[in-house]
Every structure is written in structure tokens, then in C-alpha cells.
């Protein structure tokens, strides 16, 4: 019955990848909706189905289609990777409903069509990857996930811009894949299967080289710092549905190949895998969000708060591997816990920021935050969304953001219960760089609302935007509800699922909290004198929009204080008369943040393996001799290597 | 008819010989002796099939000899010689990365790891020529690959592909389906035929790379020829 149920989940998946069909028609629009509602359906069985297996702690098995013998697609769906599917289908259902108005705004029919079908190809490939049994399984979805994803990042390739992050996230992916196809290798050899069980390693330095590969291959894909740089390219750069899925779900499907690994595959690691994690988190976290602070393309700002995030998340992880090693086990399973409702949480918070973004930017036409202002009176409801979102991301309570957070936190805490003394330290400073992060992420998202919602419009575009229709609102308000109900329930829903953190009960917290509201909304309206001026005039009486705190404006505190971090970059280019520099002639100056992690990572990475292409491409223009003699030498080295083989 | 051991003993020589003739090949420079080396070499093989066909009794093995003789024998030489006189050139002078010595030297190198490796897979299995064979016939396309980046002329170059043609066949004479092998050898000599006659045709009297240039038509009309 389950399994049935499952089988006709992903088949009702895969019948939109026949939406491009549509084209024959007059008018595909029912159909459109017809697929839409697909995935949707498609979406609530998976969820039951998840929720099934969550529940009862069975174990789901459904052999889907062999590639060859010994090479089989079968799904396997446990606890934790129902726990993902969850997140999956969640997120899946909301954008379904989101993109039945979304996809109508897009000019032509054709592309309408293969936005939808490449939209579901993508969910069912996350859905495949995240149940499947064995690597080959795991290797075959990852790579139709990225295909997938690539040609939705590819989506609107005529813009400036977008075809750079194409290629710069194909790259990327695929480098992803190599070293994943490593760790397969190193498992393979190891155990002689391609299962995801648990690995008995020959030796450690095994399990630690696996671990690194996969460390690599997830890291790249979940946009951990210093592999980040295709993120904030292409997240911005496909549709709002689809940046929604790939910031919410994709990366998280990254993790969910690291969390696999960590418990299932590899066995418990040395306290060293811990520390890497912990760093690589902690680093992306506060440069996830430093980088969001000076943006001002509100989707990009996104794509680097899910760098932030994903490091929150890694943080997490590498608690919990280093509370592991210490045999602090309930300590680890708080950290384990917190990583994995902050990655619901996440997913759920940033879909429906990047929905509502979405929106915003089918109203007024442009990412720039400086052309916005005023939009919470044209867009109420999308103003009201995206305000619980910001809430929710910025962890304040009663929000599902801060219970993961906190539990994160109450894990750090812990830190005086590891022998070591220098680890102490390492869990001091990551903690207080953590802290600093939520911090300023809460200012980020103060600066996102507040100017692209508040004030007045700064703008033609902004003066004329319009309030998104009813679909586009009600696929991110099932977010929105269940960010408030995750915060608010989470005591009770961990209970459930068999757990006891020690989260305080939000309930109460939530209730205290809105009697305080009341009381200050009532005391305000009713006490002393009251003047209305617009928000950011100062009080003043409106000046217009020219007055107003603009982004760079807000930022630029702060930005100023991680000086070190930006690195100003100063050009000066002057043209001159005379041969002595006296008479100035004309001259550019140009002043920009340094791109650091690509002059001094990419760039030197990307020189590297141009030489090494012109190198072959030397031995690739010869004559037909020279051609011979290679398969010669090449045959000949076989066979040599072949003998000291057998 | 012949006694089994004997045939045995027959073939040993005769692969032994097949191979002298792929290193005379190497050595040579002029065409006359190429061509009757080539000749020769596939008469050997057409020999070997018909030994073979003394200890297995398969008819098949006959009407492979019955083809090698007719084409890689008499019609193959026979147009190579055609050629040979239309192009009026009777030796190779130039040689490419490496000279008939050093052309030899590598190609005993290369005998002496391919013979380390099949003797050490084959020994345990049956009957002990299989592993000399194994090796031979590999050696022998080796041996055409030397042939043909060793030389410039296409024609040597034909005779290169011939010979890595003939250790090809020489493999499958013992390890392959036969059936599928005659199929496989007139379909091969159809190509060198083809080859062949195409170099009559168009009189390609050097090497491939300026017979390139030659078709190029556009090079003619921007007037970059370079011939």
C-alpha cells in the first residue's frame, strides 16, 4: 500500500516533463495548471509518505529499474531520508501553487511549458537522490539534479549575465561530481559494493580520504566557503519558483550526502573531520553574511544568506562529530538535531523569501533594493510574508529560525565538557563568530524589509507595483504558516518524533510575547501625543524619497568596521598629453570591493588548467605519424603496466 | 596426412617466420622487397591456416587460407606493385621520429614486454603454442604501428596497416570464431583495396598531410597552395 503509494508519487513527478507537449495546444493554460496540480498531488503523497516513515521507523524498499546487473536503481527510504523527503515535498507543494501564477507571467507559451517540465524533472531527480540505495543510484539522480538545474539556471539565457553563471555553475557542479565519484571509488574498493551502509575500512587513512572526497564533493554543492562563488551567480540567476528550490532544497540535498555519510556510510571519525567541519561552517557563516550585507540585489543577498546558512548548518555537523569523538553523545545528538531542523527550517524560510522576492520582482521589475521602497503598501500581503520570513531567518522567537539556533547554541555551551583545552577554545571563537553572525544577519533583514518595503517608493516602477496574484501569495503563505507553527510547536513536535531537547516550550514564549505586542500597540495608539511621519524621514515631515536611508546607506557602518574583510580595491587610470605627465589629458578611477576568493583561488585554479589545455592541445596538433606513434606508446605502457599488474 | 605433432612443430616455425618477415618489413627501404616481404608474410599465413586445418579438420580454416591466398597474396600485391611503378619511385628516403635501426630496436622491446606479459597470463593454459601465438600475433601489430609512423610514404604507411592487418588475423586463427572472422577479412581487404586503387586514382605520390592540402579547393582559390 505505502509502496504504492510511493511509486505513484514519483510517476505523478515525472508526468509534467510532458508539459512541453503543450505547445500543440491553442491555449495550455489548464494544462499547465493540470501538471501544476501533478506535482502538488505528487508533493502531499510524498509528505504522507515521509511522515509514514518518520513516524513508525520503518524502512520503505522499492526497487525502481536496473541500469545492469549489480547496477540497480532501487529507492531505499528510512528515517532520514524521509526527513529530507519531508523537506522536499514541503517546500515542492508551496512553489507548485506559486508557479501556477509565476509561470503565467513568463511571454512565451513554449517556454511556460518547459519551465514546468524541467521544474518537476528537478524535484523527482532531489526525490531520487535523497531515497536512493546505492551510489550508482545516488551518482545517476546527482547528476540529472544538476543537468536539471543547469538548464533552469540556463533558463533565461538571453540576459546579460546569465549564461556566465550557467557555465560557472556547470563547472562547479561537475567538479562536485568528480570527487563524489572518488569517495565512490574509495568505498568501492574498500568494500566491493556500492551500497550506502557502513563502510569497514581497511584503514583509517581510508575512511579519512573518503570522508575528505565527500567532504568536497557536498561542500562544493552546498556552496560552503571558499567553493560559494557559483551560488550567488546562480541562484539569482534563474526564475524566482526556481531559485526557491535551489536555495531551499538543492543545497540541502548536499547535505543530506554529508549527513548520509557522517552516519551511515563512514564510521565514527576522528576528532579532526569535526574540527574541518566546524571551520568550514563557521567561516561560511560569517562571510555568508558579511557579503549579504553589501548587496543590493535582493535575490543575490538571499543566495548569500544560504551560504550563511549552510554554514550554520556545517557548524552543526561538525559539533556533532566532534562531541562524537569526544563520546558525548547526547551532547552530539543536540548538535546533530539542531543542523537538521535548521535545514527545514531553512528550507522552508528561504524558499518563501525567494518566492516573495520573486514577486517583488515581477512588480517592479528590477533585483536593485535601491529602486524598491514602499512596497508594504502596494503589496501587502507579499510585505507580510516576506516580513515572517525575515523574521524567521533572523532567529528571533518565536520563529522555527530561533529554536534551531538556540539548540545549535545550547550545543556550544557545552564546550566546557571537552578534555581538550584547545577545543574549547576553537568551540569559543566559532561560537562567538555564530553569535556574531545571527546578529548581523537580524541587521541584513532589517535593511532587506526596511527599504525595499518601508518608506516611500524610490522609483516609477516601485510607485507602480502591483500586489501579486492570489496564487502567488498563497503558495508562500503555506511557508509562511509553517514557519510560525514549527517555532511555536517545536517542543511538541519534538516530543513526537521521541526526542527531549531541551527547548523551552515557544508556546507560552509565543503567547507572552503577543500580550507584550498588545499592550505596546495598545499604549502607543492611546498614550501621550502621537505625530504619523513616513518610516526613515526621521520624523521629519516627508522630503520624498531623496531624503530616505537608502541600502548602501544603512550598510555602510558596518561594512566600514569589516574594512579588512572587503578590501577595498583602488584603480587609476590616467591618459596624459605630454610624454612628461604634465598636461592631463583624461583618466578613469575606479574603486571596488576585491573579488578575493577569485583572484587569488579561482583565477590562479582556472590560469592553471588553461595551461595545462594549451599543453595537450600542443600534443593534439600534429600529423597523422605522430598520432600513430601515441596509440603505439599509449598500448605499449599497457601492457608494461599490465605485466607488473598481473 | 601430416601427423598432428609435426603440424605442431610446423607452426612454430612458421610463426617464427612471420614474424622475421614483419622485421624485414621494418628494416627495408625499398618498395619491390616491402611489397614481396608483405607477399610473403601472408603466404605464411596462409600456410599456418592450412597446418591448422591438419590437427582441427575445420573446413572453415580452409577457405581462409583460400582468401588470404587470393587477396593478401596475389590481387593486394599485385596493385601495390601497380602503384610502385606509376609513382616512380623506387625507395624511402625520409623517415619520421625514427630510423629503421632504432625502428627495430623498439620493436624488440616491445616484443620482449608483450612476450613477458602473455607467457605469464597463458602459460597455464592448454597447450603452449597459444601463448607464443598470443604474443606474436600482438607483436605483429605492434609492428605495423612501427611501420606506420615510422614512415613517410603512404604506400609504406599501406603496408603498415597491412601487417597490423595480418597480426590481427594470425590472433584469430586461433582465438576467434572463425565464421565470423572470414567475414570480418574480406570486409578488411575490401578497404585496402579501396585505399589502394583510391591512390592510383588520385596519385597520391607522398605522404597523407600533403595529399590534404591538395583537396583543399579553397587553399587553391585564396591562392595558398603549397604544393
Known amino acids: 500500500m505505502i509502496a504504492t503509494l510511493a511509486y505513484l508519487a514519483l510517476g505523478l513527478l515525472l508526468l509534467p516533463a510532458l508539459a512541453p507537449l503543450l505547445a500543440f495546444l491553442k491555449d495550455g493554460r489548464a494544462g499547465r495548471k493540470a501538471f501544476l496540480t501533478a506535482i502538488g498531488i505528487a508533493a502531499l503523497l510524498l509528505t504522507a509518505l515521509a511522515a509514514y516513515v518518520l513516524y513508525t521507523g520503518t524502512q520503505l524498499l522499492l526497487p525502481l529499474y536496473d541500469l545492469a546487473p549489480g547496477l540497480g536503481l532501487t529507492l531505499l527510504v528510512d528515517r532520514l531520508s524521509a526527513f529530507f523527503i519531508l523537506i522536499i515535498a514541503v517546500v515542492a507543494f508551496a512553489v507548485a501553487i506559486y508557479s501556477a501564477g509565476y509561470v503565467e507571467h513568463l511571454k512565451s507559451p513554449v517556454r511556460k511549458n518547459l519551465l514546468i517540465a524541467l521544474m518537476s524533472i528537478f524535484v523527482l531527480s532531489m526525490v531520487l537522490v535523497i531515497s536512493a540505495k546505492g551510489m550508482v543510484g545516488f551518482l545517476f539522480s546527482w547528476e540529472l539534479m544538476s543537468l536539471a538545474s543547469f538548464l533552469l539556471v540556463n533558463f533565461e539565457y538571453e540576459k546579460k549575465g546569465t549564461r556566465k553563471a550557467g557555465l560557472y555553475y556547470l563547472a562547479m557542479t561537475q567538479l562536485s561530481t568528480v570527487f563524489l565519484i572518488a569517495a565512490t571509488g574509495v568505498i568501492y574498493a574498500q568494500t566491493g559494493s556500492f551500497d550506502l551502509q557502513r563502510v569497514a575500512f581497511s584503514s583509517p587513512f581510508w575512511a579519512s580520504l573518503a570522508f575528505l572526497f565527500a567532504f568536497l564533493g557536498f561542500g562544493i554543492k552546498a556552496g560552503i566557503v571558499p567553493f560559494h562563488k557559483w551560488l550567488p551567480y546562480a541562484h539569482p540567476a534563474a526564475p524566482s519558483n526556481i531559485s526557491a528550490l535551489m536555495s531551499g532544497l538543492m543545497i540541502k540535498v548536499a547535505i543530506y550526502g554529508l549527513v548520509r555519510f557522517l552516519l551511515t556510510v563512514l564510521p565514527p571519525g576522528p576528532v579532526w573531520w569535526g574540527i574541518l567541519l566546524l571551520t568550514a561552517g563557521t567561516v561560511s557563516a560569517i562571510l555568508g553574511v558579511i557579503y549579504a550585507l553589501k548587496e543590493h540585489d535582493l535575490k543575490r543577498l538571499l543566495a548569500y544568506h544560504s551560504i550563511e546558512n549552510i554554514g550554520i548548518i556545517v557548524m552543526g555537523l561538525g559539533l556533532f562529530e566532534i562531541f562524537s569523538a569526544a563520546g558525548l553523545h547526547a551532547v552530539a545528538l543536540l548538535a546533530l538535531g539542531g543542523a537538521l531542523f535548521h535545514t527545514l527550517n531553512h528550507a522552508l524560510f528561504k524558499s518563501l523569501l525567494f518566492l516573495t522576492s520573486g514577486s517583488v520582482l515581477n512588480a517592479t521589475k528590477t533585483m536593485n533594493i535601491e529602486r524598491m521602497g514602499g512596497l508594504s503598501a502596494r503589496m501587502p500581503g507579499t510585505a507580510a510574508l516576506f516580513l515572517i520570513g525575515a523574521v524567521s531567518i533572523s532567529a528571533l522567537p518565536p520563529f522555527n529560525g530561533f529554536v534551531s539556533e538556540l539548540m545549535l547554541f545550547e550545543a556550544f555551551f557545552q564546550a566546557y565538557l571537552l578534555a581538550s583545552p584547545y577545543l574549547q577554545m576553537l568551540l569559543v571563537i566559532a561560537f562567538s563568530v555564530f553569535a556574531l553572525t545571527s546578529a548581523l544577519a537580524a541587521a541584513c533583514f532589517v535593511k532587506a524589509y526596511g527599504v525595499v518595503f518601508l518608506g516611500v517608493p524610490r522609483s516609477k516602477e516601485a510607485k507602480e507595483a502591483k500586489e501579486a496574484p492570489r496564487s502567488m501569495l498563497a503558495g508562500p503563505a503555506v511557508l509562511a504558516a509553517l514557519c510560525i507553527v514549527l517555532g511555536l510547536f517545536s517542543f511538541q513536535l519534538f516530543a513526537i518524533a521521541g526526542f527531549s531537547f531541551p527547548v523551552p516550550d515557544l508556546l507560552v514564549v509565543g503567547l507572552l510575547l503577543l500580550a507584550v505586542y498588545a499592550l505596546t500597540a495598545f499604549a502607543l495608539r492611546n498614550v501621550g501625543k502621537r505625530r504619523t511621519c513616513e518610516t526613515w524621514s526621521c520624523g521629519y515631515p516627508s522630503a520624498g524619497s531623496v531624503a530616505e536611508y537608502t541600502a548602501s546607506g544603512f550598510s555602510e557602518p558596518i561594512i566600514r568596521i569589516f574594512d579588512a574583510i572587503f578590501l577595498p580595491k583602488l584603480t587609476v587610470e590616467r591618459e596624459y598629453h605630454d610624454g612628461q605627465k604634465a598636461l592631463f589629458k583624461r583618466g578613469t578611477a575606479e574603486m571596488r570591493l576585491m573579488r578575493f576568493f577569485e583572484e587569488y583561488l579561482y583565477d590562479p585554479v582556472a590560469r592553471a588548467v588553461e595551461k595545462a589545455a594549451a599543453f595537450v592541445a600542443r600534443l593534439q596538433d600534429v600529423d597523422l605519424d605522430l598520432y600513430v606513434a601515441y596509440i603505439f606508446v599509449s598500448a605499449l605502457l599497457l601492457i608494461i603496466v599490465a605485466r607488473f599488474l598481473i | ?227
Open chain 2, 1 to 227: 596426412m601430416i601427423d598432428p605433432v609435426f603440424a605442431l612443430d610446423l607452426i612454430k616455425i612458421l610463426l617464427v617466420l612471420i614474424v622475421l618477415s614483419a622485421a624485414l618489413i621494418i628494416t627495408r627501404r625499398d618498395f619491390i622487397a616491402l611489397t614481396s616481404l608483405y607477399a610473403a608474410q601472408s603466404f605464411l599465413i596462409v600456410l599456418l591456416s592450412v597446418g591448422l586445418f591438419a590437427i582441427d579438420r575445420n573446413p572453415l580454416l580452409l577457405i581462409i587460407a583460400a582468401i588470404t591466398l587470393l587477396s593478401k597474396v596475389v590481387i593486394i600485391p599485385f596493385i601495390l606493385t601497380k602503384v610502385q611503378r606509376r609513382l616512380k619511385m623506387k625507395r624511402e628516403i625520409e623517415f619520421s621520429h625514427l630510423s629503421p635501426i632504432g625502428a627495430i630496436l623498439l620493436a624488440v622491446v616491445a616484443f620482449f614486454f608483450i612476450y613477458a606479459l602473455f607467457s605469464g597470463i597463458l602459460s597455464g593454459l592448454d597447450k603452449g603454442v597459444l601463448s607464443t601465438v598470443v604474443s606474436l600475433a600482438i607483436c605483429l601489430v605492434f609492428m605495423g604501428l612501427i611501420i606506420i609512423f615510422t614512415r613517410k610514404q603512404t604506400i609504406t604507411n599501406v603496408i603498415g596497416y597491412l601487417t597490423m592487418e595480418n597480426g590481427v588475423l594470425l590472433f584469430s586463427l586461433f582465438v576467434a570464431e572463425l565464421s565470423l572472422l572470414i567475414e570480418v577479412l574480406i570486409l578488411l581487404d575490401l578497404i585496402m583495396l579501396i585505399v589502394l586503387v583510391a591512390l592510383m586514382a588520385f596519385g597520391i605520390d607522398s605522404s597523407i598531410e600533403e595529399f590534404h592540402s591538395q583537396l583543399n579547393v579553397l587553399d587553391r582559390w585564396l591562392g595558398r597552395e603549397q604544393r
